[in-house]
């Protein structure tokens, strides 16, 4: 039985090369705003490089059409809203249900190329 041909489709593709670019810049910024300062919170840089870092992980399984890809990042989006929460940041907790809402409406009429 052949599979059909997969098309992930132009909103879908710019949508996780985005998220790609969203999370490298996410640490980059978490790094940069904290460089040479005193962190009174210091889980918070290495905490958003692993974010990001998993973010990237499920994007590029995603790109592969894995499954797991989104599971994963609904996980780390979970995550993220603890440790915004952890901050006392609600609005950036709440905020991070955003992109999970998107990636799901693009995945959805995806979904059965999916593995």
């Known amino acids: ?15 996780l090369i985005l998220m790609v670019i969203a ?22 840089v290495p905490g958003q490089i692993a974010i990001s870092a998993m973010q990237i992980v499920c994007v590029v399984a995603l ?3 894995k499954k797991w890809g989104f599971y994963g990042f609904c996980g780390v989006a979970v995550i993220s809203m603890i440790m915004n929460l952890g901050l ?16 799901w409406a693009a995945l959805a009429s995806k979904w059965s190329y999916f593995e």
């Open 88 to 103: 006392g940041d609600t609005f950036g907790a709440a905020r991070q249900a955003i992109p999970v809402c998107i990636l």
């Open 1 to 15: 039985m052949s599979q059909p041909e997969r098309k992930r489709g132009k909103f879908l593709t710019a949508w």
């Open 23 to 44: 999370a490298v810049g996410a640490a980059f910024l978490v790094y940069a705003l904290t460089y040479g300062t005193r962190n009174p919170i210091p889980w918070l």
């Open 63 to 65: 790109f592969k059409w």
